[in-house]
């Protein structure tokens, strides 16, 4: 499995953004995919997280209700609508799969993501 982010760069406060992420190679077993996200100093963090046959997503607390995520199973692609961007949302972005598992709810930890991509810079001007 490869994953392929796409969409970061610089925006100013306020403004919007949109990350891609596409994966290729075994894309017939997703269970589901997640963004991640890490800024300097700081630890790896959950942003938001979708399983793939559906349901609803799961955000991080500290970007509810400015980001969205979304997924076109067809195109084998997951999708990171951020809104009202702020400077603290400065970070190197990640999308990460995990294979389906039997629990109920989705993976919101990186432990239960298999595989990564290689991680998009998303930087906020104040």
């Known amino acids: 499995v490869q994953l392929q982010a796409s969409g970061g760069g610089l925006v100013q406060a306020g403004g919007s953004l949109r990350l891609s992420c596409t994966a290729s190679g075994r894309t017939d077993n997703i269970g589901s995919m997640a963004w991640f996200r890490q800024a300097p100093g700081k630890e790896r963090e959950l942003v938001a997280a979708?399983?793939?046959?559906?349901?609803?997503?799961f955000y991080g607390n500290s970007v509810k209700g400015r980001v969205t995520i979304s997924k076109d199973n067809a195109k084998n692609t997951l999708y990171l609508q951020m809104n009202a961007v702020k400077p603290e949302d400065t970070a190197v972005y990640y999308c990460?799969?995990?294979?389906?598992?039997?629990?109920?709810?989705?993976?919101?930890?990186?432990?239960?993501?298999?595989?990564w991509g290689q991680g998009t810079q998303v930087t906020v001007s104040s």
């Open positions: 979708i399983k793939w046959s559906g349901g609803r997503p």
């Open positions: 990460a799969e995990a294979e389906p598992t039997f629990a109920l709810g989705t993976p919101t930890t990186q432990y239960e993501y298999a595989y």
